[in-house]
């Protein structure tokens, strides 16, 4: 009897079940290994990723997931892919998760590094604790954030 795709067989002999969060980690994991070999396939696996994600009812896991989905496509050269990224992380974070998320600092830096401050700015203002204000900040005020502007 076949298992099916959402079950995975562990060392040990275990059947673990995924959910649709960690299989969106897994083609994250692959589409990173892939980024130097075969280009070509890494949008198609982070589209993947990203549609899975997007089925996870807890807000502050999917918006983790395509703020990680943004950093790959942002190292991958793919700025404008990733800014989209980067900006609905935020908004799933800000509007559905739990405010204070660092997620929304994490991606609000990100945004910062590809040149974005003024809505890396925003956000941090609006939705970030004092400490995670301070290191988007530190990321707007970096000279890769100048380069983006």
């Given amino acids: 009897m076949a298992l099916p795709p959402e079950r995975r067989t562990s060392s040990s002999g275990l059947v673990e079940r995924m959910d649709a969060h960690d299989r969106t980690f897994a083609l994250i994991g692959i589409a990173k290994a892939l980024q130097a070999r075969a280009p070509e396939q890494v949008d198609a696996l982070l ?3 990203a549609t ?3 089925t996870v009812p ?3 896991l999917v918006a983790a997931g395509l703020r990680e989905i943004g950093k790959v496509l942002s ?5 404008d892919q990733a800014r989209a990224f980067f900006q ?3 908004e799933r974070a800000a509007t559905e998760g739990e405010l204070g998320s660092s997620t929304v600092a994490d991606a609000a830096a990100e945004l910062a ?3 974005e401050s003024r809505i890396a700015r925003v956000a941090a203002d609006r939705y970030c604790t004092a400490s995670d204000r301070l290191r988007v900040y530190t990321a707007i005020l970096s000279p890769s954030a100048d380069a983006g502007s």
């Avoid at 190292?75 to 700025?79: C, G, L, Q, R």
Wanted: proline content about 5%.
């Fill in 113 to 115: 590094n590809l040149g």
């Fill in 75 to 79: 190292e991958a050269d793919h700025p």
């Fill in 47 to 49: 589209q993947e990723a």
């Fill in 52 to 54: 899975m994600e997007r």
């Fill in 58 to 60: 807890d807000s502050d």
């Fill in 88 to 90: 609905e992380a935020i």
